[in-house]
Nanobody, 122 residues
Framework: QVQLVESGGGLVQAGGSLRLSCAASGRTFSSYRMGWFRQAPGKEREFVASTRWSLGSTDYADFVKGRFIISRDNAKNTVYLQMNSLKLEDTAVYSC???????????????WGQGTQVTVSS
């Protein structure tokens, strides 16, 4: 059974940092692309960042470039999202996902975690 479990969300002041983790289990993800998405209240889910397990290539949405860093620990089957210089508009539920094909579309991702809440306060 494939599982993606996020952790690390919480409440942080604007300008602060958080690191999200996504632990993957249940299959081999070496050929998969792992992505982080977020969904704010009343808005559609949007792409944040992604990385490929094997090559380590990364992709970022423009609104997080220079602030967020996606990384992975192959030995732990875990993907991280380091979020720095957080803004009020970063408040959302953040979910990790796995895709055999990659890209930025949610429809391209086959497996999803349950999500973790990130709230940025002023």
């Amino acid at each position: 059974q494939v599982q993606l479990v996020e952790s690390g969300g919480g409440l942080v002041q604007a300008g602060g940092s958080l690191r999200l983790s996504c632990a993957a289990s249940g299959r081999t993800f070496s050929s998969y692309r792992m992505g982080w998405f977020r969904q704010a209240p009343g808005k559609e889910r949007e792409f944040v960042a992604s990385t490929r397990w094997s090559l380590g290539s990364t992709d970022y949405a423009d609104f997080v470039k220079g602030r967020f860093i996606i990384s992975r620990d192959n030995a732990k089957n875990t993907v991280y999202l380091q979020m720095n210089s957080l803004k009020l508009e970063d408040t959302a539920v953040y979910s990790c996902a796995a895709s055999n094909t990659g890209g930025r579309l949610t429809s391209s991702y086959d497996y999803w975690g349950q999500g973790t809440q990130v709230t940025v306060s002023s």
